[in-house]
C-alpha cells in the first residue's frame, strides 16, 4: 500500500495556509504540480498517483504534490501584470524556503525531480530551470512556457526572469548553462497541441545552448490524463 501523508501549513512566503499531500515513504523526490488552477490532490484524482503506485510502493519515488498560487498570479486577471509576477516570486519563495526543507527533513534523498502536466508543465520546467543546481529531472508534459499572453505586454525582471522562452533566450553565463546541462529534461508534447510550436521553440533554445535534452512528439493532441498518465510513466524513470 502507497504511503499516504497530508500536510498544511501557514506560509511566511505567502501569507497564508498552505496544503500538500506526500505519496510514498522513499526514493527520489518528486516536485508535484497540478494543472493551471488545480488543486495539490489533482494528481490523485485523476490516476497519476496510481499509475505510479508500483514504483512508490518500492520506494523508487517519492511525490510532494503542491498547490500552486495560479489564481492570483498570472491567471489573476483583474490584477496588474507586475503584480501576478510579483505573487509568483512569492509562490517560488514558498517552494524553494519551505516545501523544499520540508521534504527533504522527511526523505533525505538528494535527487529531485519537477514534473507537471499543462500549466504544471510550466511549473516544474520554470522551478528547474530558474534552480538548475537544486533540480535533477525536469518532466513537463503538453506545457506552454512562455507567459507572455499573461502579461499583455508588460515586462519586469519578475516577469522575465520566470518566462523560460525570454530568459533561456538570454542566457550567457557558463556557470548556469554547465548547471542547466546537469538536468535531465523532457518535454513532451502532442504533435496536435496548441502549444507544440512553444516546445518545439524551447527545444531549439536547449540545442543552441548546447543543453541536452529529450523532445518527444506524441501523435495526435495528447493533452488529457490518459496521455500524461502513459507519460509520466515513460519518462520518471529517465528518457524513452
Known sequence: ????????????????????????????????????????????????????????????????????????????????????????????RYLLNEVLPFSKGRNPEPYLITAGASFGAYHAVNFAFRHPDLVDRAIGMSGLYDIARFVRGYSDDAVYFNNPSAYLAGESDPIRLRLLRHIDIILAVGRDDPSYGNNEYLSGLLWAKDVWHAFRTWEGWAHDWPWWRRMIQLYIGGHD
Open 1 to 92: 500500500m502507497v504511503n499516504r501523508e497530508y500536510h498544511k501549513w501557514h506560509s511566511s512566503a505567502l501569507g497564508r495556509e498552505m496544503e500538500l499531500l506526500v505519496f510514498g515513504h522513499a526514493g527520489a523526490r518528486v516536485l508535484v504540480f497540478p494543472t493551471s488552477m488545480g488543486r495539490f490532490y489533482q494528481w490523485e484524482d485523476f490516476g497519476m498517483v496510481g499509475a505510479l503506485s508500483g514504483a512508490l510502493e518500492a520506494g523508487r519515488f517519492q511525490l510532494i504534490c503542491v498547490d500552486t498560487v495560479d489564481g492570483e498570479s498570472w491567471y489573476a486577471d483583474g490584477i496588474p501584470p507586475a503584480d501576478r509576477a510579483r505573487r509568483h516570486v512569492q509562490y517560488d
